[in-house]
């Protein structure tokens, strides 16, 4: 029979899903590997996208989406990040992900190179290696508190090398890049001539810190500007199943994007459209309410971790704590995250699933309700505990 392409091979397994699918296979599992809002739909984003179903508005709408839904969009970047931008910049995509593989698509010819976090979210791997791109990961260390180092992005860069990829907050981390050191990173792009792709989905949960999107400190005139921003209202609103976000885009690149958006996809469901719109402009309760339940969340398994002598990077953003339980894995945390979802029903994703650098840590997800969380993070067992067994 034919065979597949070469490079399909080379697209790494997702370790998130694999673990995730594993415990809903589990009866009664306490699913924390998975970043998945559990809130129930505010009536009025509903109603919005049933309403669109009703008039039977469901033909296709311009590649670039619903013109009030990109200015919904871009009023909310603008007033979000402090940047001049209109509605003619911004791009309605099925999901963060389908905006990262349209940027991508248009920064990368084959054998070219994209910096990418590690530990870092799988699929700037994977969809950089389904285009043929080579991804080159730059380290984030512990010792750095995750954060990246100029002079290691700076050592990986290589003729070759054309997109400089970023993330903050960062998934999985929970790590939140600072205003200095966002600035710096830009102008490290704007040194080496290279495109940024900025992955912030989690803009709106920050903790004590402010969100800085890279396009504060890009150039805003055609042929300068070099910063692609992708974003979702996934982890906003909760819409994953609605496949909704937008990718803003450099001045001048209105008629290109056209024809890459026919391309993949054409346009986003009008049903999907319409619920975007009024989430983004109607009330924001759910946000709020959100972002409470996760502070509370991390404040609570912190504290539970804290308890048990396991190390974890406080997290200033996102809904993720990033632990260190190389006490129980013995070098493979992959296949640890199974047994312990065998023994004891509770998953995790496992952090090589970001990266080499991840070994021994994992990803705990704070979306479930706080029972469950508590409930799952109770059969971890303590540090001092393992230690104290070892040494007797």
């Known amino acids: 029979m034919p065979v597949l392409a070469r490079h399909i091979h080379e697209v790494p397994v997702n370790q998130i899903r694999e673990i995730t699918e ?20 505010p009536r009025h984003v509903l109603e919005a996208g049933i309403d669109c179903l009703d ?20 009023t909310r970047f ?68 995750f954060q990246p180092r100029i002079e290691d992005v700076e050592a990986l860069i290589t003729p070759r090398t054309r997109v400089l990829m970023l993330n ?15 600035r710096e990173l830009v102008e490290l792009a704007r040194r080496y001539d290279l495109w940024i792709i900025s992955d912030e989905c989690y803009e709106a949960f920050t903790f004590d810190v402010p969100h800085v999107s890279a396009a504060s400190f890009d150039a805003d005139v055609p042929g300068e500007a070099r910063v692609f921003t992708s974003l979702t209202l996934s982890k906003t609103y909760g819409l994953t199943g609605l496949r909704i976000g937008a990718l803003v885009c450099p001045p001048g690149f209105e008629k290109t994007m056209n024809n890459v958006m026919e391309s993949i996809v054409s346009c986003v469901a009008s049903p999907s459209q319409y619920a975007a719109l009024a989430a983004l402009t109607g009330p924001q309760d759910y946000v709020r309410e959100a972002h409470a339940h996760y502070r509370s969340n991390r404040d609570t398994a912190s504290d539970i971790l804290g308890g048990k002598g ?22 493979d945390v992959r296949s640890w995250v199974h047994s312990f979802l065998a023994d004891s029903g509770v998953s995790f994703a496992p952090g090589t699933a ?30 001092a505990a393992l230690l104290q067994q070892a040494g007797s």
């Open 310 to 331: 396991i190390p974890y990077l406080g997290a200033q953003g996102a809904f993720y704590l990033w632990a260190d339980v190389s006490h129980l894995t013995g070098g």
């Open 78 to 145: 603008r007033s979000h990040n402090s940047v001049e931008m209109g509605p003619e910049r911004v791009y309605v995509v099925a999901g963060a992900q389908q905006g990262l593989h349209m940027a991508m698509s248009l920064l990368l010819s084959p054998g070219d190179e994209i910096l990418i976090p590690n530990p870092g979210y799988p699929t700037f791997a994977m969809t950089s290696r389904l285009l043929h791109g080579v991804p080159v990961r730059y380290p984030l260390y512990p010792e750095y508190d």
């Open 354 to 383: 970001f990266g080499s650098i991840g070994e021994g840590w994992i990803r705990i997800s704070l979306c479930a309700e706080q029972p469950a969380l508590v409930e799952g993070l109770s059969k971890l067992p303590a540090r």
């Open 168 to 182: 903050s907050p960062s998934n999985p981390l929970g790590a939140v890049i600072s205003h200095d050191l966002m």
């Open 22 to 41: 594993a415990a809903w296979r589990t009866p009664g599992a306490i699913v924390l590997s998975i970043g998945e809002p559990g809130f129930p739909l």
């Open 55 to 74: 008039r039977d508005e469901t033909n296709y709408t311009p590649n670039a989406g619903l013109p009030a839904l990109r200015e919904a969009f871009a």
